[in-house]
């Protein structure tokens, strides 16, 4: 009997310490400033460590793990133990570097050398919380997805960016027929209750959004081509952007992508992940998932209460709970 070949699939992160004194003194030189004080998202959850226990434990078919960073190592990882630290100037076009702007980074990660064609991209304050099983993100070989249609929203910078990526997608797909043609990837039973929003959102000619958990992305290489051929201008001058600016592209437009072209396999949303904000009045749900996950993906975004003692005193119990001992990633 002949067997299929096994399905590759990759892990790609986006990291930067930024309490890193030169990386500092680096961005501010870019800025054109004198203080090299950095105001923004920390590190101090230590989250990519558990990102890196998660995938250890519950991702043992990884083949390889793509570490992106400004040309920084974490002190405590292993680089010999199937993590590779990709600088990122190496996958960015001449010209554009340094940069300091994670979507220009983004824009090309199929620039990778030797990545494969199919990988999951995490940002760090990602966690796998679950048994995971290839399948599970690529069933039928195909990236996992939810064909979920949004309203748009203006809320500064964030819409900007998801605005362009929808123009590149409404100019390069018509709505109605995408969905005539696979109307199963957009009305499956997995949706569940978000199935309210394809119908209330039907009369629209056009893409107005889609539903966007901010989970790990299952991708195809060959997506980023694609999109890059479509809109050559917009996806230049995210490329070359030092600092994110109004005009760059939203990375979920290659997953935005993928849905038009039918290239994904439908799943539960419920079921792939959850999002959470680190506030006051989130970490007893926080606390919560992290000991009864009930997706196998958990995001913990980090909205600026990092200098909160006692809560981050609870996520890192909750953290060491869930993902106890160290990985194979790890120093020992």
Known sequence: MRTEPEMIVDVVILWVDVADEGWQ????????????EYVGATNEWDMLRYLLRGIDRHCPWVRRIHLVTPGQTPQWLDTEAGVVVVDQDSILPAGHSP???SMAIEA??????????????FNDDMLVVRPTRREDVFPRGRPAGFAIHNAGTGSGAWSHWVLNALGIINRAFDKRS??????GQWFSPRYGRHLLRNIALLPWDTF???????????LERRTFAEVREAAPREMERTSEAAFRSLDCVIPFVFRYWQLCTGRFTPVSPDRYGRFFEIRGETIGAIERELARPRGHFLCLNDNGDADDADLRDRIGRALEAALPGASRFERT
Not at 25 to 36: D, V
């Open 25 to 36: 003194e680096r961005r501010a030189a870019a800025l054109g400033r004198e203080s090299a």
């Open 99 to 101: 940069s300091f702007n």
């Open 208 to 218: 107005t959004g889609f539903f966007e958990p901010h989970l790990p992305m299952a």
């Open 178 to 183: 995408v969905m005539r043609r696979r109307p």
């Open 108 to 121: 090309n990660l199929d620039r990778i050398p030797g990545l494969a064609e199919r990988f999951l991209y």
